[in-house]
């Protein structure tokens, strides 16, 4: 590893295709984030109070420093050639702006916000921790698997357990006769046997929610791979059962408040100048079931920073640790990273490298199979590579602009070769503590 006294310091960089890159040195290699408000307690007029949670973790005063690229065993080349994949997207006019963040381990080594949150030059400039993205599908890990993986822990869910055990209006069902033999595993898996959506119009939320619990299945438990909305639906209805408090809350407690991820919440309040606009009106969620839900749902809804999604990145990274808290116990995180007998390669709640080279070879999120992620369809994506301990967060409105699903798949892609080639041959760095 180069000792070179002389080795460029840690940066963080803007761009705009009007003023191209500017760049910003840190002195010592840290940078002092502006952390948001604190996480907020959603109310019906999509109005946001800041919680009583007391003090946070020692993370939220201490700075996230960024790690100069060789000490993390990563070749600065490839980082910045995977930068300037997502800056001549925006150039193009194809995305208004994105925020980029890679990492390994605890090791966050380049953070950027790039472009603006709008098209035109009177709009924000991306800052990766301050502006707002709407997650999307991420919700689906960031919200509740996470809450599912605590709720696992405190031995109050089995993943084998017939979902009649905690939803006891099942018990009903006969027409539906495969839903007794669906398990936890099978919602998590997305093979169930739920459709990928369904029409849960509703005079209010509860009776959306029991809508969604009777909705008809398409397949037999376990037989196949259906991507399901309503299944999360379902699947943060029954953890909501199991928790002690709203999961919103114990996320907060047990998650996002250790972490310092302090802009992460449902509800951001709309308008939001802080939020990226997807089409709607800024922080209101972009996925319409999601919207219909209230703004809070197990398939979408959450927003957070660039910041933020890039410290639950670290700590998956780190085995479900970081900067000395303790989230999740490694072999959870394991547990629930693994690919599934019968799911096409998914893990329980996660996308793998495994299954997504199965069900669409040409797409390659990282360099091993055992890599885990998740997309969102506004654009925005998680993946970690734990045999590198290499993870990379890209978060954009992409719906604003003329991309479809595929371009920005395309774009994702290439980012993920470059960092995936970036890793330093010979390097024993420590990625967990």
């Known amino acids: 590893m180069s000792s070179d006294p ?15 890159f500017r760049r910003h040195r840190v002195s010592g290699g840290l940078i002092l984030l502006l952390l948001a408000a604190a996480l907020a307690e959603p109310l019906p007029a999509q109005q946001v109070l800041p919680n009583d949670l007391g003090s946070r973790s020692s993370l939220e005063a201490t700075a996230r420093p960024l790690t100069v690229a060789d000490i993390a065993g990563l070749h600065e080349a490839a980082l910045l050639r995977a930068e300037r994949l997502v800056a001549d997207a925006i150039a193009s006019g194809a995305l208004p702006g994105a925020a980029l963040a890679i990492g390994r381990g605890e090791q966050l080594v380049l953070r950027r916000g790039l472009g603006r949150a709008d098209f035109g030059a009177a709009a924000d400039p991306i800052s990766p921790d301050g502006t707002l993205y709407d997650l999307a599908s991420l919700t689906k890990v960031l919200a509740t698997t996470a809450a599912v993986m605590l709720l696992y822990e405190d031995g109050v869910i089995e993943l084998d357990a017939p979902v009649v055990q905690y939803i006891p209006e099942f018990r009903g069902r006969f027409r539906d006769a495969g839903i007794h033999r669906m398990t936890v595993r099978h919602l998590l898996t997305h093979t169930a046997g739920y459709p990928a959506g369904s029409d849960l119009r509703a005079p209010n939320r509860i009776e959306m929610r029991q809508r969604a619990l009777h909705t008809a299945l398409v397949g037999h438990p376990g037989r196949h791979m259906i991507y399901s909305d309503v299944g999360y639906t379902v699947l943060w209805e029954l953890a909501s059962r199991l928790a002690d408090e709203p999961l919103h809350r114990l996320l907060d407690r047990r998650i996002y408040a250790p972490l310092g991820m302090s802009s992460t919440t449902f509800l951001p309040g709309a308008p939001c100048r802080a939020c990226a606009p997807t089409g709607q009106l800024r922080g209101s969620v972009h996925d319409g079931l999601a919207r219909a839900l209230g703004g809070i749902a197990g398939h979408a809804g959450l927003f957070a920073t660039l910041e933020d ?26 547990t629930f990273t693994a690919p599934q007998e ?11 490298g495994h299954g997504v080279r199965y069900r669409r070879p040409a797409s390659i999120p990282l360099a091993s199979e055992p890599s885990f992620g998740h997309n969102g369809y506004t654009g925005t ?24 699903p595929e371009e920005i798949r395309a774009l994702r892609r290439a980012v993920h070769e470059e960092v995936a080639g970036a890793v330093l041959p010979g390097e024993a760095v420590e990625i967990r503590e």
Request: proline fraction near 4%.
């Open 381 to 404: 994506s998680l993946w970690v590579d734990p045999e590198q301990g290499t993870w990379v967060v890209l978060l954009t409105n992409r719906t604003l602009g003329r991309w479809g």
């Open 309 to 334: 999604v890039g410290r639950f990145a670290a700590m998956m990274a780190g085995g479900g640790t970081l900067g000395g808290e303790r989230i999740f116990a490694e072999e959870t995180v394991r």
């Open 6 to 20: 002389n080795r460029s310091r840690p940066y963080q960089e803007s761009f705009s295709p009007a003023a191209g």
């Open 342 to 352: 019968g799911a096409y390669g998914r893990a329980l709640g996660w996308d793998t």
